[in-house]
């Protein structure tokens, strides 16, 4: 009896092998009838080779087969699914992963989640570990997706982004695997009236895990901005249907968006603070106190929290673009987000991509432009990131070489300052005004610090006020200075100066010297001699030096100057040399600003003299 079991047993064993060498044969030579039928019509069943056949199979589902095998391509898949259909999930599983490490083949990615999708069904409910194990892998194929390219365009020229093609990739790619998640979402969705949600399920946290990982990589440098008021439906990007498909499925996972990131952002905090904790220990006690150290900081490793940047892009999805806007509690008040998200803010500034820098100029606008003037007291400013915001806005202003950016952050720039109490707006224009060396920002700033200063002598303000008096004549000498003497070049400083000229010529007119309500005219000695002066002197020079320049090339003649050269500099970029009709167009622009200066400076003196004349008179 035992003899015949051992002689069945080898014919089905013999049986199995043969059936696979038939399989593999088949499908090294493309040969889609004889794959039919082997597996199909004699309806294979010895399970002992289907790990190995799933692998065979899923191997071939790639692209090239797509395109230049399609019959055998469909082929393959049909066989798959009567593999699929008819095998143990666990081994399958297990044999089509395998095939998911390439990271190179779209097609078969998509063909691995479709076939992986239909395993994990049919395992039992409690199937964490084997969905852990899959998303694993999964996500390392999106993971190896290349960052999308920097194009800096402007405004509409943005939608040409979705005809890149690492874009059409990231999005084809997010867009099969939401949809592969989509079933296991909702197994455990809020929205699911035959499941108790509880959001400490392990299935909940590790999906939430995973699609948090797609904001931080590829969506947080994709273009998902929509406006529904301008924008019809059917002009969404992908980009964005990949956005929206994602905030829904969280949105069923997550009740509360603005706790889960607190809580990301608490957990990250207290690691922060451990492994300051562990750098300061004795050497004495390294090995027994990292011990300890491990043990505490155990749950908070890297590999367990949720990324910075998704977190950042969550908030902006939320905030800036309006998804999701019901899993954020409206009970926090303006201030309070504001304040919450600047690190956010600050890590979008700081990104050299003109799409994640466009997210940080979106969300800042859209929590600072609800909060109230003179809302926030000169001790918040002991908050760092306040200074580092502003300092990030002027760089964006001034460097960024995308123009729609540049624009959008000059308004967010002039109404920093009001969030502040005056002790705190004045102590972010003497911060600038030591700091910064663009003479278009300082010029642009003291502007506003002159509209500060009317404001308040039309509300009868004296000397007394933090924007007058002292700290008005202290602001006058950062701002009015002639770094070079004559020899300084005065296109370079021209907005600054041209707005100091502007002032001094508001306050000779604003302020009587009999008065004096400002301090101005203590100071105006001291300024006539050290800034008007010099000035003027400088003024003469780079005429008389621009008009030489301008006679020369009319002439056709080579510049006198050595090694002189006209070019164009756009964000740091230099284009290439300009025509003689281009050089002539910007030697007169620059003497027209010589004599915009002139006359103000000429102007503002004259008006001085006559109001001193006045005062004494009186």
């Known amino acids: ?216 990589h590829p969506l947080y440098h994709l273009d998902m901005t929509f406006k529904p008021k301008e924008q019809e439906e059917k002009e969404k990007s992908y980009s964005r249907v990949c956005a929206e498909r994602l905030i829904d499925q969280l949105a069923q996972l997550c009740p509360n968006f603005f706790a889960l990131i607190e809580d990301e952002t608490k957990k990250r905090s207290m690691q922060a603070k451990l492994k300051e904790s562990e750098a300061r220990e004795d050497e004495e006690n390294e090995e027994l106190e990292e011990e300890e150290g491990d043990d505490k900081v155990k749950d908070w490793k890297e590999d367990k929290l949720i990324p910075e940047k998704s977190l950042a892009c969550l908030s902006y999805l939320v905030l800036a673009e309006g998804l999701g806007l019901d899993q954020m509690p409206a009970v926090y008040n303006h201030k309070f987000m504001l304040r919450f998200h600047l690190p956010f803010i600050k890590s979008f500034l700081e990104d050299q991509h003109s799409i994640v820098k466009l997210k940080g100029v979106l969300l800042l606008e859209k929590l600072m432009f609800v909060i109230l003037p003179m809302s926030f007291t000169h001790y918040e400013l002991d908050n760092d990131f306040y200074k580092d915001i502003l300092n990030l806005l002027i760089s964006t202003m001034t460097h960024c070489q995308n123009k729609d950016i540049r624009k959008s952050c000059v308004p967010i720039y002039s109404n920093f300052f009001g969030m502040f109490s005056l002790q705190g707006r004045h102590r972010l224009y003497e911060t600038v005004f030591n700091t910064c060396k663009h003479s278009g920002v300082v010029g642009h700033t ?60 508001y306050l000779v007119l604003r302020d009587n010297p009999s008065e004096n309500r400002t301090g101005f005219w203590e100071l105006y000695p001291n300024l006539d001699k050290e800034f008007f002066e010099p000035l003027r002197q400088a003024i003469i020079l780079s005429k008389g030096h621009y008009n030489l320049d301008l006679e020369d090339v009319r002439k056709g003649n ?49 008006l001085a003299d006559a109001q001193k004349r006045s005062a004494k008179a009186n």
């Open 558 to 606: 080579p510049l006198p100057t050595e090694n002189t050269e006209f070019s164009v500099n756009v964000g740091g970029e230099r284009l290439g040399p300009v025509s003689r009709e281009q050089q002539i167009q910007v030697i007169e622009s620059a003497l027209n600003t010589f004599d915009m200066m002139d006359s103000i400076l000429s102007r503002t003196i004259e």
């Open 1 to 216: 009896m035992d003899h015949l079991m051992d002689v069945e047993v080898m014919e089905k064993a013999a049986d199995a092998e043969t059936a696979l060498k038939q399989v593999k044969e088949c499908i090294k030579f493309k040969d889609s009838k004889g794959l039919k039928t082997v597996i199909l019509e004699h309806k294979l069943k010895d399970q002992s080779v289907f790990w190995e056949i799933a692998s065979e199979l899923t191997a071939n589902l790639t692209e090239e087969n797509l395109e230049q095998h399609e019959y055998f391509f469909e082929t393959c898949q049909r066989c798959m699914n009567y593999v699929i259909a008819n095998g143990n999930p666990k081994e399958l599983l297990l044999a089509v992963l395998e095939q998911a490490d390439s990271f190179k083949d779209d097609q078969k990615f998509k063909c691995i989640l479709e076939n992986v999708q239909k395993i994990l069904l049919k395992l039992p409910s409690k199937r964490h570990h084997s969905l852990d194990v899959t998303l694993e892998t999964l996500s390392a194929h999106i993971e190896a997706i290349p960052q999308a390219k920097d194009h800096n365009l402007d405004h509409e020229e943005r939608k040409l982004l979705e005809m890149d093609p690492s874009v059409m990739r990231a999005t084809d790619v997010v867009l099969c695997y939401l949809e592969f998640l989509s079933p296991f979402v909702e197994e455990v969705s809020m929205r699911n009236p035959k499941v108790t949600f509880s959001k400490s399920t392990p299935q909940v946290q590790l999906l939430v895990k995973y699609l948090m990982k797609l904001l931080c």
């Open 446 to 505: 003291l502007s506003l610090y002159k509209e500060q200063v009317d404001s308040l002598l039309k509300k009868g303000e004296g000397p007394e006020n933090i924007f007058l008096g002292k700290n008005l004549i202290r602001v006058f000498k950062l701002v009015s200075v002639i770094p070079d003497g004559v020899t300084t070049d005065l296109l370079e400083n021209s907005d600054r100066i041209l707005s100091v000229l502007n002032f001094v010529r």
